[in-house]
């Protein structure tokens, strides 16, 4: 897989994960998330579980109500859900 295939696929799955999981990709990339935003993209670009997670997204429910142990974004997801901005 090339690196911009890897990143595609990493980017789709992020998104997927946060839609699913509640939390508005176009808000979380705003500007007060920005910096939580773009770390959460370079944990996922190197995370070692790209097509892991594609795998359990597409066997998992449209909603989701945990980030799966593999996710190295798993406590930002659920500390960023958890603010009012996603509640």
């Not at 995370?47 to 795998?55: F, T």
């Not at 593999?70 to 996603?86: G, L």
């Amino acid at each position: 897989m090339s690196v911009i295939e890897r990143l595609d696929q990493r980017l789709r799955n992020m998104s997927t994960m946060l839609t699913r999981f509640g939390i508005d990709p176009v808000e979380f990339a705003k500007q007060d998330y920005c910096n939580q935003f773009v770390a959460s993209i370079r944990n996922c670009q190197f995370c070692p579980h790209g097509d892991r997670c594609s795998e359990w997204l597409a066997a998992a429910d449209d909603k989701i109500r945990e980030i799966p142990s593999f996710c190295p974004n798993k406590s930002k997801f659920e500390r960023i859900r958890a603010t009012a901005a996603f509640s």
